[in-house]
């Protein structure tokens, strides 16, 4: 709203500002475009459900593994082979994000698509396409659960790959352990039967001994001295059969570390390019620059062609450049690398502690074979065969003992992985959700819809309603005269209607321009900053309500380049202003009455090259002063400001001014402009705005339909 505010001499009315909600300037936007808001919100809602009705569905399995040491590990127990301590101990060193980094490789993906005959529903299907598509694997920050996530055609198929790289990701941790076991299992082997024949041929010659000799009981001391130096000898190739099978486990393991990396890959992070970013800032910059100049020049002019063209050759450089680079690439520790890494750590001390067991035996084993040096000839045979079976003996037993648990270790290896959630196909996911796409699809299309309308209000600068003309222009708004659409059945159908709106508003303008100055206002001015604002017809339909209300108005064409008045009076155009003003006739010749009682009409007369020149004329100051004493009030229909200063020149003679625009295409700058060459005319006052082609508001239009009011007017207003 707008308060009225005299200067005290009656010349201008200066409006005061209120502060307008903006909830109805939002409001005001969607009911202005409620059909673009229908448009977008029904095409996304429309596009949402075909892609949740057409699209091909997919099915998202997801299974949770445990990583780290789990229940069923021999946590705290030491075995007799090696290879199976070192496993143990190296347990649940690894981070979660290692068995992820694990879980994506292309040998786990091969064995799934092997396992699952994947090639017979995809036969294009490979390890790198799987991994790429159809897996997503990710930690659970701050635990030790690993999520994974397989995507596929159907929900039993995606179901079982989820299941499947678990399980292949298990064996390959069990196979860590059992490949071990394997090898020491194939050295035993080889070693056995070797064992086996020394055994049997020691204890033939012990038997072939005592049956040749009867020996008598040995002395004690010499029973003892016998005793150690058999028992130190079984030790010595007990330990000598530790190391040999220590060495070969760690010639296995470094033949696996040689083959392998020391570390894998464990993801990139992808930014967007900065040069692009750049040129996309630059390219906005450009637009806004362009669409600027557009505004003040033609599309020829040098500054318009310029920024377009450097709008098309940034739009290209965007187009060529890649728009994201490889910010980092992360590397994680090869997880086997590590395992076996340690395994030959601990191998290795495992060689070095028997090398010193065994050169400590090997001293004790020369000062016993020393004592027994001095033993009689048939005590010191019988030591040394005794010596030989016993020897050969726990050699065999010490090699059965090794590949037994070598059998156990492979037979029972264990996985530091564990599932904590199978994925079953019932309780998959469906990839588009038809419910959750079109309830999607509903909520976002009314947040887009909104979006783009409050986007579309924003960058349209034209002035659409009363609102607008009041942010934007220093004048208050006298009357707001609706669109008349005729050309569609709801316009026919509002067509009444609308016409009385019409009639109310013209009656109101009039009332408004009565009570607008402290002083009569005798002679008015009508104009608009562009041509079609509907300026013409606006000053002809004052015109008439006058003459209904207080009759002696004179409408004067003063449009002396191209008149338009007395096409829609039904008038000839034949002499008028122009030529009263160059002293050809006189002003009361060629004034002709009009259909309308008490409205008469002054024609342009005939086209003058210097409009201007004739309005600044004193013979236009002596027509107005002849023309007061015949009419009450004389309305200028003057042409459009912009395009000429004709207009300005008439509203510096005139008590007043009214200033159409027409709403939805009279844009803020250009009715600013207008206003601005209003403003260094001195003298000119601006009585208000006038918003043709308005939006006419329901309940009005339902208020002046039942009120059955008879209008003082002929009815023929709608049709000038």
């Given amino acids: 709203m707008y308060q009225l505010s005299s200067n ?72 007799d082979l090696p290879v199976l301590n070192a496993l143990v101990a190296a347990g649940g060193v690894q981070s979660v994000e290692t068995y992820a980094t694990m879980i994506q490789g292309q040998d786990v993906a091969t064995k799934v698509i092997e396992n699952l005959k994947l090639r017979k529903e995809d036969p294009h299907i490979d390890a790198y396409k799987l991994l790429k598509y159809d897996i997503f694997v990710a930690p659970v920050t701050n635990t030790q659960i690993v999520t994974l996530a397989a995507t596929w055609k159907n929900a039993k198929t995606s179901a079982a790959i989820a299941n499947e790289f678990g399980k292949v990701l298990i064996e390959k941790q069990r196979d860590l352990i059992a490949g071990q076991s394997q090898t020491a299992m194939d050295y035993l082997a080889q070693q056995i039967p070797k064992a086996a024949a020394d055994k049997n041929k020691a204890d033939s010659a012990l038997a072939n001994f005592q049956a040749s000799h009867t020996i008598g009981d040995m002395s004690s001391q010499t029973s003892a001295t016998v005793s150690l130096y058999t028992d130190n000898a079984s030790k010595i190739a007990a330990l000598q059969v530790d190391m040999a099978q220590a060495s070969a486990s760690l010639a296995n393991v470094q033949g696996q570390m040689s083959a392998g990396s020391q570390t894998a890959n464990g993801g990139e992070s992808i930014a967007e390019n900065p040069v692009v970013t750049q040129m996309k800032q630059q390219l906005a910059q450009v637009s806004v620059e362009l669409d600027a100049a557009r505004k003040q020049y033609t599309d020829a002019h040098p500054t318009v062609i310029a920024l377009a063209q450097q709008k098309v050759l940034l739009e290209q450089e965007i187009a060529k450049a890649p728009q994201t680079y490889v910010a980092s690439h992360a590397v994680v520790p090869n997880p086997v690398f590590q395992q076996n890494s340690q395994q030959a750590a601990s191998l290795q001390s495992q060689i070095a502690g028997d090398q010193s067991q065994i050169a400590q035996l090997n001293a004790q084993q020369r000062l016993f074979s020393v004592q027994v040096q001095q ?262 229909d003057t042409p459009a400001l912009l395009p000429m200063v004709d207009a300005a020149a008439i509203a510096q003679k005139c008590d007043g001014t009214i200033m159409v625009v027409a709403a939805g295409r009279t844009d803020t700058r250009s009715a600013n402009r207008a206003l601005q060459r209003l403003s260094v005319v001195e003298g000119a006052s601006v009585i208000g705005v006038v918003i043709n082609r308005a939006t006419p508001n329901e309940r009005d239009s339902a208020y002046v339909l039942q009120s059955g009011s008879q209008l003082p007017l002929s009815g023929e207003l709608e049709t000038a």
């Fill in 375 to 636: 033993l009689p000839n048939t005590a010191r045979e019988l030591a040394d065969l005794q010596r030989n079976a016993q020897l050969a003996e726990g050699v065999y037993d010490s090699l059965r003992q090794h590949y037994n648990d070598a059998y156990v270790a492979k037979t029972m290896a264990l996985s530091n992985v564990s599932f904590e959630q199978l994925a079953e196909p019932q309780w998959v996911k469906t990839i588009p959700n038809l419910v959750l796409t079109i309830l999607l699809g509903f909520v976002l299309g009314i947040i887009l819809a909104i979006a783009g309308v409050f986007t579309v209000d924003f960058f349209d600068n034209s002035l659409k309603d009363e609102n607008d003309v009041r942010r934007a222009l220093p004048w208050p708004v006298l009357a707001q005269v609706p669109q008349l659409d005729a050309t569609s059945r709801r316009g026919q159908a509002r067509l009444p209607m609308l016409r009385a709106l019409t009639i109310e508003a013209y009656l109101q303008l009039v009332t408004s321009l009565r009570f607008a100055s402290d002083k009569p206002l005798r002679t008015l001015a009508v104009t608009s900053p562009s041509q079609g604002d509907g300026k013409s017809t606006v000053a002809l339909s004052t015109g008439i309500a006058m003459a209904e209300m207080r009759p002696r108005v004179l409408i004067i064409d003063a449009d002396m380049r191209h008149p338009t008045l007395h096409e829609k009076l039904g008038v000839d155009g034949g002499p008028g202003l122009a030529d009263v003003l160059v002293g050809e006739n006189k002003v009361d010749d060629v004034i002709v009455s009009t259909r309308f009682a008490g409205l008469d009409f002054l024609p342009a007369g005939s086209q003058s090259p210097n409009p201007i020149k004739l309005i600044q004329s004193s013979a236009f100051d002596e027509m107005i002063e002849h023309l007061h004493t015949k009419y009450q009030t004389i309305i200028f």
């Fill in 8 to 79: 005290g001499n009656g010349s201008t009315v200066m409006p005061v500002p209120e502060r307008e909600d903006e909830f109805q300037k939002l409001f005001g936007a969607l009911r202005r475009r409620w059909r673009l808001a229908l448009y977008i919100f029904g095409a996304f809602f429309l596009a949402a459900l075909a892609y949740a009705i057409v699209w091909p569905k997919s099915y998202v399995a997801t299974v949770s593994l445990i990583t780290g040491n789990s229940a069923t590990n021999f946590n705290g127990v030491n075995t």
